[in-house]
């Protein structure tokens, strides 16, 4: 029954990202009662000018605020209907059409990697293990993820996917960052993970900043 339930749930991401997209912005803004565009963009002042590669990047709210920096930042997305919708957003953006199991970049060619509310996709044990391949030896994986308003549906229905998705530890003694498995397959592919909690308005964001490991 679970394992029925995970495939439902990743169909249903998947028609969302494809037939769908059309709808996400709106089903976004309406989830996030308004703060999904601020959500997204909360990982760019940890990144500042530094080269960055955008894995999942839907209808092009980064690409948006990076097109005009000096510094290359590159749009990856496997739906043709985001590319779309993020060139539509960000007229002079680079997006390329591949997927995070199989990046097309050279060994250590990317010093920032970021992924925002991103599908099961991304932690995958072949896109973690592409993301530490194009990381340089400092570089780093930022993740923006867990937006939470008090009283809000957003992350009530966020964590049941993640839970149905992933499954959950059953230790209550370990700390919750160790609790989540998400986090747990980021140490496994061999990244040092910290967190933080970020204050938009009256709502808050989490962000993983997963930093290469050398061992």
């Known amino acids: 029954m679970l394992q029925r339930m995970q495939r439902l749930v990743i169909w249903a991401f998947e028609r969302f990202y494809h037939e769908g997209a059309f ?40 690409q948006k605020a990076r097109q005009h920096q000096a510094s290359l930042t590159i749009g990856l997305d496997e739906s043709h209907q985001m590319l779309a919708l993020s060139r539509r957003r960000a007229t002079q953006a680079n997006l390329v059409r591949a997927v995070a199991q199989a990046l097309p970049y050279a060994d250590g060619s990317w010093s920032a990697v970021l992924s925002t509310f991103p599908a099961p996709y991304l932690f995958d044990r072949r896109s973690l293990a592409e993301i530490q391949r194009v990381l340089t030896n400092d570089g780093k994986l930022y993740i923006v993820d867990g937006g939470n308003i008090p009283n809000g549906l957003y992350a009530v229905v966020i964590g049941l ?23 747990q397959r980021l140490h496994e592919a061999g990244f040092r993970v910290s967190t933080q909690i970020k204050q938009v308005g009256r709502s808050q964001v989490q962000l993983f900043i997963a930093e290469k490991s050398n061992l």
């Open 23 to 62: 709808s996400y912005d709106l089903v976004a803004w309406l989830m996030s009662q308004g703060y999904w565009s601020q959500w997204v963009l909360a990982a760019l002042l940890e990144i500042a000018d530094q080269p960055l590669l955008e894995l999942g990047c839907g209808t092009g709210y980064v």
């Open 161 to 183: 996917i993640y839970r149905l998705v992933f499954g959950r530890q059953s230790n209550p003694d370990l700390p919750t960052s160790q609790l989540d498995p998400r986090i």
